[in-house]
């Protein structure tokens, strides 16, 4: 596999401006981090990332659907914080994320049947591009909260202080996240036996867990008719193991090219960060670092498209990303909003699909449907997110392109940050409990209603 441009190296994009980079103060500081990196072991193998990019190409020839989903930020608090119970948050919160992720990979897997590729935004998720610079905090103006990976979130200008040694920090908790990940897909707790403990009890009393347990219940004499049919269900891996790969937007290039390698096997270059990597709307300038960056790292690729991107400027990063024209190399993720998806999306996907550059087409229904409510929260409706959806789905079938997969910000907790759902949160329950650190996530409810109509769209003609 040919690297784009023979100038290409893990440090070649510092030539080019990068934008929402921390201006770390110590430089001697950032080097030794970067050192350090670089002495590490890798996060993930050039392999895993390699049959990612396989099962990407199964999405991109519409035999298979993407469910990328996860946190806005994850937070390092997390991991020094115990629950009521005397547990650690972490291991709760991974594990409730990752149960709401396999309910509702089970809804669109049983109710599209179609395989459904599984990608957290975890593991690494710990940078945030921001639209200003600053924000006000109880003495002033300070800067704007980028990410525990960058620095702390306290509103204090003391707070906010760049630290590089928070980019170790990050590879550590992430490594921690993705071993517990791997023992629970790996190890017993994504069985589809188990299809029925994923539901959490503040799920399995609302109406979607009901329809939940029906589901479950399906699927269970589903694989007791197969075992009744002499199918030996014990010697079927697949039931009992699932794959549930790492994402994190790749903005915070100092740590990306410290855990880039080149692969012993092929001697191509992959940044060993996570299994797949994205560039967000802010950072995606054609001749800017993340391109140039993430140009050359061979790990499957998402770019965030919002309604601002043109024809061409899409055709032209697809070329620049995908030159060789891999399946499964580069996924596009739309996020237009609700109101302008019917507009922005049909040219974009008219002008890559006659580009002849395959491409999985994703939306990604949160990033445009933001706004602030009457309470002072920054929030996003349940109904704008759906109707987002269908606008994607519709415009993607009009143009005969493939609905490839569903790009969310969720959590397992029974958060209060987004409106509506079948629970019809209103506004003056959104202080009830917000948490976020950054954007308002769908909580565990909402996450299932969303994949019940997701999979009736899916199945719709
Ligand atoms: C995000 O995915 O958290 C994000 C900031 O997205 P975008 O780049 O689309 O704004
Ligand atoms: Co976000």
Same mark, same amino acid.
């Given at each position: 596999?040919?690297?784009?441009d023979s100038?290409? *190296?893990?440090s070649?994009?510092r030539?080019?401006?990068?934008l929402q980079?921390?201006?770390?103060?110590?430089?001697?500081?950032?080097?030794?981090?970067? !050192? *350090?990196?670089?002495?590490?072991?890798?996060l993930v193998?050039? #392999?895993?990332a390699?049959q990612?990019? &396989?099962?990407?190409?199964?999405?991109?020839?519409? !035999?298979a659907?993407?469910?990328?989903a996860?946190?806005?930020a994850?937070?390092?608090?997390?991991?020094t914080r115990?629950t009521d119970?005397?547990?650690?948050?972490?291991a709760?919160?991974?594990?409730?994320?990752?149960?709401?992720?396999l309910?509702?990979?089970?809804? %669109?897997t049983?109710?599209?049947a179609?395989p459904?590729?599984k990608? #957290?935004?975890? &593991?690494?998720?710990?940078?945030?591009?921001?639209?200003?610079s600053t924000e006000?905090?109880? /003495?002033?103006?300070i800067?704007v909260?980028?990410?525990?990976?960058?620095?702390?979130?306290?509103p204090f200008?003391?707070?906010?202080?760049p630290e590089?040694g928070?980019?170790? +920090?990050?590879?550590h908790?992430a490594?921690a996240?993705?071993?517990?990940?791997?023992?629970? *897909?790996?190890?017993?707790?994504?069985?589809?036996?188990?299809v029925?403990?994923?539901?959490?009890?503040f799920?399995?009393?609302?109406p979607m867990?009901?329809?939940?347990?029906?589901?479950?219940?399906e699927i269970?004499?589903? %694989?007791?008719?197969m075992?009744a @049919?002499?199918? /030996?269900?014990a &010697?079927?891996?697949?039931?009992?193991?699932?794959?549930?790969?790492?994402?994190h937007? #790749?903005?915070?290039?100092?740590?990306?090219?410290g855990?880039?390698?080149? +692969?012993?096997i092929? #001697?191509?270059?992959? /940044? @060993?960060?996570a299994?797949i990597?994205w560039?967000?709307?802010?950072?995606?300038?054609?001749?800017g670092?993340h391109?140039?960056?993430?140009?050359?790292v061979?790990?499957?690729?998402?770019l965030?498209?919002?309604p601002?991107?043109s024809?061409?400027?899409?055709v032209?990063?697809?070329?620049?990303? =995908?030159?060789?024209r891999i399946? $499964?190399?580069? *996924?596009?993720?739309? !996020?237009m909003g609700a109101?302008?998806?019917?507009?922005?999306?049909p040219?974009?996907l008219? &002008?890559?699909?006659?580009?002849?550059?395959?491409?999985?087409w994703? @939306?990604?229904?949160?990033?445009?449907?933001?706004?602030?409510?009457?309470t002072?929260r920054k929030?996003?409706h349940?109904?704008?997110?759906?109707?987002e959806?269908e $606008?994607?789905?519709r415009a @993607?079938r009009?143009e005969?392109?493939?609905?490839g997969?569903?790009?969310?910000?969720?959590t $397992?907790e029974?958060?209060?940050e987004?409106?509506?759902?079948?629970?019809?949160?209103?506004? =003056?329950?959104? +202080?009830? !409990?917000?948490e976020?650190?950054c954007d308002?996530?769908? =909580?565990?409810?909402?996450?299932?209603d969303l994949?019940?109509?997701?999979?009736e769209l899916m199945?719709r003609p």
């Amino acid at each position: 596999m040919a690297v784009v441009d023979s100038t290409w *190296t893990p440090s070649s994009w510092r030539e080019r401006e990068a934008l929402q980079q921390p201006e770390w103060p110590d430089l001697a500081r950032l080097d030794e981090v970067r !050192r *350090t990196l670089h002495a590490l072991p890798p996060l993930v193998f050039a #392999g895993e990332a390699r049959q990612v990019q &396989a099962s990407l190409a199964q999405v991109a020839a519409g !035999r298979a659907f993407l469910l990328q989903a996860g946190d806005c930020a994850e937070s390092f608090h997390d991991f020094t914080r115990l629950t009521d119970t005397g547990a650690a948050w972490s291991a709760v919160s991974i594990r409730e994320r990752l149960k709401i992720l396999l309910q509702m990979a089970a809804v %669109l897997t049983y109710g599209a049947a179609l395989p459904v590729l599984k990608v #957290g935004r975890i &593991a690494g998720q710990f940078t945030k591009p921001r639209s200003a610079s600053t924000e006000m905090g109880p /003495d002033g103006e300070i800067p704007v909260f980028r990410g525990h990976m960058i620095h702390d979130d306290a509103p204090f200008a003391a707070a906010r202080v760049p630290e590089p040694g928070r980019m170790l +920090d990050g590879y550590h908790f992430a490594t921690a996240t993705l071993n517990l990940v791997r023992a629970f *897909t790996k190890g017993g707790f994504a069985d589809l036996t188990q299809v029925h403990q994923w539901n959490q009890s503040f799920v399995a009393s609302s109406p979607m867990g009901q329809r939940y347990e029906v589901l479950a219940g399906e699927i269970e004499r589903a %694989l007791g008719f197969m075992a009744a @049919c002499g199918i /030996d269900l014990a &010697a079927t891996p697949q039931l009992h193991q699932v794959d549930v790969w790492t994402s994190h937007e #790749g903005i915070l290039l100092d740590y990306e090219e410290g855990l880039t390698r080149r +692969d012993s096997i092929t #001697g191509d270059w992959y /940044d @060993c960060s996570a299994h797949i990597l994205w560039i967000g709307e802010r950072t995606r300038a054609l001749d800017g670092a993340h391109i140039e960056f993430f140009s050359g790292v061979h790990n499957p690729i998402g770019l965030k498209l919002g309604p601002k991107a043109s024809p061409e400027e899409a055709v032209e990063l697809c070329a620049r990303l =995908n030159p060789d024209r891999i399946p $499964g190399r580069l *996924t596009l993720i739309a !996020r237009m909003g609700a109101e302008q998806v019917d507009d922005a999306l049909p040219p974009l996907l008219r &002008a890559v699909r006659d580009s002849k550059i395959p491409v999985v087409w994703a @939306c990604d229904p949160m990033h445009g449907n933001g706004f602030t409510s009457s309470t002072g929260r920054k929030t996003r409706h349940f109904d704008a997110i759906m109707s987002e959806i269908e $606008g994607f789905f519709r415009a @993607c079938r009009a143009e005969r392109v493939w609905p490839g997969g569903i790009h969310l910000e969720y959590t $397992g907790e029974n958060v209060t940050e987004c409106l509506g759902g079948s629970e019809e949160l209103v506004e =003056n329950q959104l +202080d009830d !409990r917000y948490e976020t650190l950054c954007d308002p996530r769908l =909580n565990g409810r909402q996450s299932l209603d969303l994949a019940f109509r997701l999979a009736e769209l899916m199945r719709r003609p």
